[in-house]
């Protein structure tokens, strides 16, 4: 019985509280590995050499050290291994920079659930690289053995004279010329067929075989008989026998070769293209969503939990003036404390993701609906399949915790609504996540630049799936999320 042979994980970390988080998160997505931890210069390299990793992970910033120089490290002794950058200070313009220059992809330590994903799909871009270059090695030994057949059935062979006579020519060059084989076949005959602009190379090629006997494969254009403009890749060389001296050689037709190269190459830049400005739109929301993060958190501390205990302080410093007070202040400073804890753990659970093995995507979403319920007067109807639904990833689950939570922010801060309703279902291995609601609504067009659908977009990409927005101004607004089912046997 044949097992699977775990991924040979390496991490660059030298912060071990940050180590502990990722390792947790990689045990937590069921990811076979086996880890080696180095937090230097010296270990990575050693490293690199005697532990040979599948994939490797890397801070950004380390004492003495950094991932930029990691990654050039590991692209002298196995650049085929994929460099995935974990930090939790990298910028936009450094992440695009170091996607651009080759690492493979970058996580951000706030958002270590995306790990997991990055990596299966690292692996499998290496995977399909190597099977690519084996592939391609196949085509080219295919390629060679294919030569000598191309020779007799699709290759024109020619022979001339010394003074240019045409002493016998093949059936196939005929076909190439798309000419009659009635009609005799002269070396004018065939200049004439050759393109205006590309005489020249045929010309030179041919002082070149008289001259030195021999010449390289020259390539360049014919017009046929009938008009058909056709790539040909001509060689040719100088023979000396009893019978005197002639030249012989070949013409193939590499039409279809040379217009797939070129179709090969238009289609290479557009996909880079595409690709580069695929990476900029995933980090500038990623960063966008980070910040955004950090300034809501900065302004529930400065402007509630801040106040509270600025309040508690005047409270405890009053009781020592006032000792007939003293009694009253401490249990006031007492409930504005308890205040204050309850503020964070409400700032604090919005930020730690549920623990979706325990809990499960339903459980989770209606715990965000009830604490939803309890400060907002809207009517939220929740419909799902939960047996259907059970057995998805957790990361996955998580993704679609996170964007019921980022629809429902967005609800409550622009919508101005009276009933949300969410259905959960799956068919087909695809999930469907529908959020509808009643309010104001909104142009998609101009909406969809917002920060919290590019945010909703950025999560569902990562699982290949697609967002449809409808909406218009006073139509309320309905987003349908459709993502291929991951389910744990497989992931």
Known sequence: MSTVKPTKLLILE???????????????????FIPKIVENK???????VDFCPDII?????LPGFDGVSAFRMKQEICPDVPFIIVSGTIGEENAVELIKNGVTDYAIKDKLFTVIPKIKRALNEANERMEKAVAEQ??????RQLAEAQRISKIGSWELGEKGEVIACSDELYRILDMGEDTPLTYELFLSFVHPDDKDIVLKAQQKTVETGSTE??????????????YIEGRGSRRLDAYGISFIGTCQDVTEKVKAEQQLASYSEQIAREREEHQRKLVRASIESQERERAEIGRELHDNINQ???????????????????????????NNLQLAINEIRKISKSLVPPVMDKNGLIDSVQDLIENIRLVNPFAINFMYEKEQLRNITPQQQLALYRIVQEQFNNIIKHAQAHNVSIE????????????????????????????????????????????????????????????????????
């Open 14 to 32: 030298h912060d071990e509280n940050d180590l502990e988080l990722l390792l947790y998160e990689l045990k937590k997505g069921a990811l076979h």
């Open 42 to 48: 010296e270990q990575f390299g050693n490293a690199l």
């Open 57 to 61: 992970l890397s801070d950004y910033s």
């Open 138 to 143: 196949d085509l080219r030994n295919s390629q």
């Open 217 to 230: 494969p020259v390539q360049f254009r014919i017009i046929s008989a009938t008009g058909v403009e056709k």
């Open 308 to 334: 509270i205990l600025a309040v508690t302080k005047a409270y405890i410093e009053a009781s020592l003036q006032e000792k007939d007070m003293q009694e009253e202040l401490a249990q006031r400073s007492i």
């Open 424 to 491: 959960l279902f799956e068919k087909n291995n695809f999930i469907d996540l529908w959020i509808k609601d009643d309010g104001k609504g909104f142009d998609p067009k101009e909406r969809r630049k917002g920060v919290g659908l590019s945010n909703i977009l950025s999560r569902i990409e990562l699982f290949d799936g697609k967002l449809e927005v409808i909406s218009s101004k006073g139509q309320g607004c309905t987003i349908k999320v459709h993502v291929p089912k991951m389910s744990k046997e497989v992931a």
